[in-house]
T-cell receptor, first 111, second 112 residues
Framework: KQEVTQIPAALSVPEGENLVLNCSFT??????LQWFRQDPGKGLTSLLL?????REQTSGRLNASLDKSSGRSTLYIAASQPGDSATYLC??????????FGRGTSLIVHP | NAGVTQTPKFQVLKTGQSMTLQCAQD?????MSWYRQDPGMGLRLIHY???????DQGEVPNGYNVSRSTTEDFPLRLLSAAPSQTSVYFC???????????FGPGTRLLVL
C-alpha cells in the first residue's frame, strides 16, 4: 500500500525566503507525482505534474524535483511572497491509477 | 469541456438522513474516485472505480456506497448520515498511465 508523507506539516517564514517542501512515498512504482495548492475553504489547484521519467518541472518561481528510486520529491519555492500562503499537497499516482495524497504542508509567509 | 463537476456545493443534513453526492466528468476517463478531506488529514480515499460497472473500497469506505453505471457518472451515497461524515468531499478522474488527475470543486457536507 502506497504511503505518502509530507514534511514539515507546517511552516511559517518571512517574505523573501526560499523554501523547500518535502514529499516522500513508499512505493517507487509510480506513473507521476503532482503538487497541488489549496487555499482555505477552496478546492485543489494543480501546480506541477512530474512524470515518472522526468527529474524536475518548473513553473515560474516553483520547481519540483522527483527522485523515484529514493521515493522523494521536493517543491522549491523561490523568493516567497504572502500570496504563497496556502496548504501544499502532493499526490502520487501508482499502479492502481488512483492518486494517494500526503497530509499537506501548511505554509504561512508573513510580510 | 466542463471537466469534473460536483453537486451540490454545500449541504446540511440531519443525523440519519440519506443523500447522494453527484460527480460527473466529460473526458471519457476510466478511473474515478471519491475523497474526503478533514483538517490536518490530507485527502483520504473513500471509494474508487476503474471503469463502468467496477468499484472498490478505499481507505475509509464505511457509511458510503458507490455505483458506476456509466463512464461519466460516479455518485456517492450516504445511507444514514452521521456527524463524523461532516467533511469536504472531492471527486477525481483520470486515465491510465501518466495522465494528470482532474478534481471537482468539492462538496461541503455538514451533518447535525
Amino acid at each position: 500500500k502506497q504511503e505518502v508523507t509530507q514534511i514539515p506539516a507546517a511552516l511559517s517564514v518571512p517574505e523573501g525566503e526560499n523554501l523547500v517542501l518535502n514529499c516522500s512515498f513508499t512505493d517507487s512504482a509510480i506513473y507521476n507525482l503532482q503538487w497541488f495548492r489549496q487555499d482555505p475553504g477552496k478546492g485543489l489547484t494543480s501546480l506541477l505534474l512530474i512524470q515518472s521519467s522526468q527529474r524536475e518541472q518548473t513553473s515560474g518561481r516553483l520547481n519540483a524535483s522527483l527522485d523515484k528510486s529514493s521515493g522523494r520529491s521536493t517543491l522549491y519555492i523561490a523568493a516567497s511572497q504572502p500570496g504563497d500562503s496556502a496548504t501544499y499537497l502532493c499526490a502520487v499516482k501508482g499502479g492502481s491509477y488512483i492518486p494517494t495524497f500526503g497530509r499537506g504542508t501548511s505554509l504561512i509567509v508573513h510580510p | 469541456n466542463a471537466g469534473v463537476t460536483q453537486t451540490p456545493k454545500f449541504q446540511v443534513l440531519k443525523t440519519g438522513q440519506s443523500m447522494t453526492l453527484q460527480c460527473a466528468q466529460d473526458m471519457n476517463h476510466e478511473y474515478m474516485s471519491w475523497y474526503r478531506q478533514d483538517p490536518g488529514m490530507g485527502l483520504r480515499l473513500i471509494h474508487y472505480s476503474v471503469g463502468a460497472g467496477i468499484t472498490d473500497q478505499g481507505e475509509v469506505p464505511n457509511g458510503y456506497n458507490v455505483s458506476r453505471s456509466t463512464t461519466e457518472d460516479f455518485p456517492l451515497r450516504l445511507l444514514s448520515a452521521a456527524p463524523s461524515q461532516t467533511s469536504v468531499y472531492f471527486c477525481a478522474s483520470t486515465t491510465g498511465g501518466e495522465e494528470t488527475q482532474y478534481f471537482g470543486p468539492g462538496t461541503r457536507l455538514l451533518v447535525l
